[in-house]
């Protein structure tokens, strides 16, 4: 089955467990399900391709899903496994996770079938600034506020955002996840991982394990892997494994993530990190370890390699790395998820707190962010954990109960 099917396919498993929880009906899962509305477009960019100039067309993406508790929300993704399906399901995990912070935000999400890497930086500003152009219409300060997500980053912001303040005068809160200089507000960039250690620390703390005994792998070295490993690092936890899109990189005695930062920005690539030896990506997974984190895409965990996991806890800090059927062989063997709508909350809350920062034209320090991140991820896990308890369910269940229940209040209030 490919990627698509199998995001949404889980996402849909995960719902209906949650809505028969809460004994939904028809027409209100049917409400709760479906698009708000999807647009899709074609992004002309010149290529320069052996000293030649040709037209590529692209297509991107916008899946905004529900707006009940706030503007649509949600980042933008440059890959080239983009499409409608799986843009569909993201859009709607950041209803839930909006809903489970409880922020004033719905979900949205976004992006292009496209790879980065082939790009040169003119090409990819020239992709960046067609894209908003074309999106100009439905989004908006009020409306939905787009972010980073896989294959974009500060920069792709910047450019979106001057794209945007064409038309619309100064618009520093059209996204979220920019440059400091332009609005960003500090410790965003390192929110998404920061929170992840923060909860991955707390839930490691209720199974007994401590950060000297823990032994720790993580999947996919981006934005979120790399701050997360930072983060957990500084905790006293010992990182034995990382990865990136090339392969895995191991060392039993803990790997030093400031020399893993060093020969990552010096050769672009983990692979060759001195004093570890190689590992596959797959066969990353199934290394003996306490905590695994997958920081990469969808669907690394299936039914085909979850009998192989051998790690306690999972932090799910992707969207959507545990396929359901794996859940279940993980639930039943008593192995912990932290779920992604929980463990990687931290992004979108700290986009909340630079929209917010945005609006007051009043900018905090990064302690008074990260600080107001950890306290709101406490409570919220907080609640999940005594739900979950209370109700002798899962921390995903529990946590899409507590969204959901949120969701359709706010749809009944608002009536439609
Ligand atoms: N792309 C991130 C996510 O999947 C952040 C979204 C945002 O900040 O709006 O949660």
Request: net charge neutral; aromatic share 2%; glycine share 14%.
């Given at each position: 089955m490919d990627k698509k099917c199998i995001c949404q396919e889980t996402q849909r498993h995960f719902l209906n467990k949650a809505f028969d929880r809460l004994k939904l009906k028809g027409a209100q899962r049917e409400l709760l399900l479906s698009s708000f509305r999807e647009t899709r477009i074609t992004v002309p960019v010149t290529l320069r391709h052996n000293g030649e100039n040709t037209l590529h067309t692209f297509q991107g993406y916008r899946v905004q899903h529900n707006h009940a508790r706030g503007p649509f929300k949600g980042g933008l993704r440059f890959h080239p496994d983009v499409n409608m399906g799986e843009i569909r399901a993201l859009a709607q995990l950041m209803t839930w996770k909006t809903a489970l912070v409880d922020i004033p935000f719905g979900g949205a999400k976004g992006g292009v079938s496209v790879d980065p890497q082939q790009l040169n930086e003119t090409e990819l500003e020239e992709l960046s600034r067609r894209f908003c152009q074309k999106m100009a219409p439905i989004i908006?300060?009020?409306?939905d506020i787009p972010a980073p997500d896989i294959g974009t980053n500060p920069q792709v912001m910047a450019w979106m955002l001057d794209e945007y303040s064409?038309?619309?005068?100064?618009?520093?809160?059209?996204?979220?996840?920019?440059p400091v200089e332009l609005g960003g507000s500090a410790g965003r960039l390192e929110a998404t991982g920061y929170g992840v250690a923060h909860l991955a620390h707390k839930v490691a703390e209720t199974i007994s394990l401590t950060p000297e005994h823990s032994r720790v792998v993580i999947q996919g070295f981006g934005n979120v892997g790399s701050h997360t490993a930072i983060a957990l690092a500084s905790k006293g936890y010992k990182i034995i494994a990382l990865s990136d899109v090339n392969g895995g990189v191991v060392n039993e005695t803990g790997i030093l993530i400031d020399h893993a930062l060093r020969h990552i920005a010096e050769n672009?690539?983990?692979?060759?990190?001195?004093?570890c030896s190689s590992v596959s990506n797959a066969d990353l997974l199934e290394l003996p370890c306490e905590i695994l984190v997958p920081?990469?895409?969808?669907?690394?965990?299936?039914c085909d390699n979850a009998g192989a996991i051998q790690a306690k806890l999972i932090v799910?800090?992707?969207?959507?790395?545990?396929?359901h059927g794996a859940d279940e062989q993980l639930q039943q063997r008593g192995v912990v998820i932290v779920p992604d709508l929980l463990a990687n909350v931290g992004g979108v809350l700290a986009s909340y707190y630079e929209w917010v920062q945005n609006l007051q034209q009043f900018p905090w320090d990064r302690e008074t962010v990260l600080a107001r991140l950890e306290s709101r991820l406490s409570r919220t896990y907080d609640a999940v954990s005594v739900l979950a308890n209370e109700q002798q369910i899962d921390l995903r269940c529990a946590a899409y109960e507590l969204a959901i229940r949120r969701v359709e209040h706010a749809v009944r209030l608002r009536g439609f």
């Open positions: 908006g300060v009020h409306e064409k038309t619309h005068g100064y618009r520093t809160a059209i996204v979220t996840g920019k672009g690539t983990l692979t060759g990190l001195s004093g920081a990469a895409l969808e669907a690394t965990i299936t799910e800090a992707a969207n959507m790395p545990v396929t």
